[in-house]
């Protein structure tokens, strides 16, 4: 092909990438305008993922994978017993408690932004201190179970993988969205080794749920559908469905039981949503598939004390 014929070619595809993103976002605001128009507890918006089909936004910026079963290992504590639920609980408004909201970028390690900012949250309750830590060293290092970096992973596994090796400060090892080499033996560990004595399971109801938010934020899985994607604000409401999958691992931060709300923190950036958050309804069953796979908590080892 002559170079002539190859920058036409190259203007072609380019002609054609660009119609048929149009093509896209022209449904996407369709869609926005037509959930907007019916009343929903919730306001769709314009953003930065509505140029997407919503199989190749769950492709490029969730990445929990599905369908994994507890199993023996060894940083699994049991179930989380059920006790105390308080009125209504939101963890966002401690600055002492929870960082400020992270942006994945264009990267399936949204497990690793669940496990790690469980992890902080869960340290700082005991600890006193709240320390941002790096998702790049479980992208770059952790495999367990199957996680692969940017191609996805378990969010229980990666607390696990903290407890076992240590993690970094998200300073010294700064965060690319993309899959890199492991450097964890190279930096400095902001959380030593041990630190985390492993992760418990919660139960798949409400009340199980609620009452683990109440000692802190708990990491989850849901299936992030268009409705996620587009979300501005309000309250998200749908049930799971009998061929729901989970896609996307976020951090349950708070509840309030007179809205019959679940307050969730995502990593899409402080841009998506109600500043990086979204409310769910809690009054469906099984909202987003929130409980086909079981919520975890971090448990901070007994030796660590404020």
């Not at 076992?164 to 080499?181: F, K, L, N, R, V």
Request: hydrophobic fraction near 35%; aromatic fraction near 10%.
């Amino acid at each position: 092909m002559s170079m002539a014929c190859a920058r036409a070619a190259s203007s072609s595809s380019r002609t054609f990438w660009f119609a048929s993103k149009a093509r896209v976002f022209a449904a996407n605001v369709a869609f926005i305008e037509e959930s907007n128009a019916a009343g929903n507890s919730y306001t769709l918006g314009v953003n930065q993922f509505s140029h997407l089909t919503n199989e190749e936004f769950k492709a490029q910026f969730t990445g929990v994978k599905g369908g994994s079963a507890l199993t023996s290992d060894d940083a699994h504590l049991g179930e989380l017993e059920v006790g105390e639920i308080a009125s209504d609980v939101d963890w966002s408004t401690d600055k002492s408690v929870v960082n400020p909201v992270k942006d994945q970028g264009q990267c399936g390690s949204c497990w690793a932004f669940s496990a790690v900012g469980t992890v902080e949250s869960a340290y700082a309750l005991a600890a006193g201190k709240l320390g941002s830590y790096a998702e790049q060293q479980l992208v770059d290092c952790d495999t367990t179970g199957g996680s692969e970096g940017c191609n996805g992973g378990f969010n229980q596994y990666g607390i696990s993988y903290i407890g076992s090796t240590g993690i970094a400060a998200e300073s010294s090892y700064p965060y690319t969205a993309t899959d890199g080499t492991c450097k964890a033996s190279s930096v400095s560990k902001a959380l030593a080794k041990g630190a985390v004595a492993g992760y418990q399971s919660v139960g798949k109801n409400n009340a199980a749920l609620q009452s683990a938010i109440t000692s802190g934020p708990v990491s989850v899985t849901v299936d992030a559908d268009n409705s996620w994607q587009l979300y501005r604000s309000g309250v998200l409401s749908k049930s799971c469905g009998i061929f729901g999958q989970i896609d996307h691992a976020v951090i349950a931060v708070g509840y309030d039981t007179s809205a019959d709300t679940f307050k969730i923190r995502n990593s899409w950036g402080a841009s998506w949503g109600e500043a990086g958050y979204v409310r769910i309804d809690n009054s469906v069953s099984n909202p987003y598939c929130l409980y086909n796979t079981a919520p975890f908590v971090a448990q901070i080892s007994a030796d660590v004390t404020v």
